[in-house]
């Protein structure tokens, strides 16, 4: 009897299994508040964070290599998002009571001025972003409404009311279009002038809230991350309204990055898990799901089909779709699983037993690699320059990476 040679079962930890790395180089510990959100202040061994324990850190790094806080500024509610503007050095503060902060860090970063103050919102700001350019301030909120203000003026210039909470924003100055994403899983894009917005479109394909967006301002692509453990690449630029699928995460995907110069885009979820997608890599853009009323290969009825039912004097099925082609098609004739990384599946996914016997024979590379991250992430930051990358974890603590290994 010949023998024959099986390969071990693939384990969930194999996807690590990489010589390229991120290297831990900091751990920023002490706040007993779940921190919201942190930045890296680019070109500084610095890095600004906010929590809910209505506080703004400023944390330097000392002789020691120890990041200690240089301000602890305390606020009137709990803290909830941050943007800062290297140039001018100039800090947005998000409240939960909906009003927004601004400041200005000095330049030895032991001292934060007061310059005005926002009333924005009726409830918890979920996202805040600076138009250096025009010199708005634009939020977010769970109130259900995005506004923008004039920080000449400190008024008020446009705003916009949606059905669901607003969980996401991102902002691109050429256009002076702004993207919202919110807790129905939906993204509106608005037009921003100088006396208010308006709707252009909206985009839909998650299923679960919006937890991050990203806006790639190169190649004019909007990345969105979603309660639904998935990533949708949006071709903005291509006006042709294509989109790309990126599977990867065990649990919901809360924050996204960019990298310009090796077109990579980071993902980080609640599975504690960093993903560095390939994204000059050739990509087959996910198939529309076929609705049918019997499988598509072996015509069985599905169990809504009564009269098929009766015909073929058979109890009715679930139905079932193949990943690769999209067919319907039933428990028996997609009985294997495959891994598609040219459609964003880097885990194995159900598929017709047609296009399986293709794609075995296929080569697959990854176009992925994955890095245990070793927190639930709840936010990111990336200074590409110097090739750190930050991450907030459920844990309360903030992370530095070096991600030479990787960039080289």
Request: with cysteine; charged share 20%; hydrophobic share 35%.
């Amino acid at each position: 009897m010949a023998a024959e040679i099986k390969p071990a079962p693939r384990s969930a930890n194999d996807r690590f299994c990489t010589t390229k790395k991120p290297e831990l180089l900091s751990k920023l510990e002490g706040s007993n508040d779940d921190v919201n959100a942190a930045v890296l202040i680019p070109g500084e061994d610095g890095v600004i964070s906010v929590c809910d324990g209505k506080t703004i850190r400023v944390w330097q790094k000392r002789d020691s290599g120890q990041y200690w806080p240089s301000i602890c500024q305390y606020m009137p509610s709990g803290c909830t998002s941050l943007c800062y503007t290297p140039e001018t050095r100039t800090l947005f503060i998000g409240q939960e009571n909906g009003t927004i902060s601004q400041f200005t860090l000095s330049d030895d970063c032991n001292r934060l001025t007061p310059i005005r103050e926002y009333l924005a919102h009726q409830a918890r700001i979920t996202s805040v972003t600076f138009a250096k350019h025009t010199g708005w301030i634009l939020s977010a909120g769970k109130d259900k409404f995005f506004a923008y203000h004039s920080t000449e003026t400190g008024e008020r210039i446009g705003c916009y009311t949606f059905e669901a909470m607003c969980t996401a924003m991102q902002y691109d100055a050429l256009s002076k279009y702004v993207f919202v994403g919110d807790y129905s899983g939906q993204i509106t894009m608005l037009k921003l002038n100088g006396t208010g917005a308006t709707m252009v479109t909206t985009m839909k394909g998650h299923s679960g809230s919006v937890r991050s967006l990203y806006w790639a301002e190169g190649p004019q692509l909007l990345f969105s991350g979603s309660q639904d453990q998935s990533v949708i690449v949006w071709d903005v630029g291509g006006k042709r309204g294509t989109t790309y699928e990126l599977h990867g995460h065990n649990n919901k995907v809360s924050s996204l990055s960019y990298g310009s110069n090796t077109q990579q885009l980071i993902s980080a979820g609640e599975d504690s898990v960093i993903v560095f997608w390939e994204m000059n890599a050739m990509r087959k853009v996910t198939p529309d799901w076929v609705e049918s009323d019997t499988c598509q290969l072996c015509t069985r009825a599905f169990f809504w089909n009564l009269r098929a039912m009766i015909d073929q004097k058979q109890i009715g099925i679930r139905q079932h779709h193949c990943r690769y082609c999209g067919k319907a098609v039933c428990d028996k004739c997609s009985t294997n699983r495959i891994n598609i990384p040219i459609m964003g599946f880097e885990f194995d996914v159900r598929v017709c037993d047609q296009c399986h016997q293709r794609l075995k024979s296929e080569e697959r590379p990854s176009l992925a690699t994955f890095h245990d991250a070793k927190h639930s992430i709840v936010a990111m930051d990336l200074d590409e320059p110097r090739k750190r990358l930050l991450t907030v974890g459920q844990d309360r603590i903030i992370k530095i990476w070096d991600l030479s290994s990787i960039w080289g």
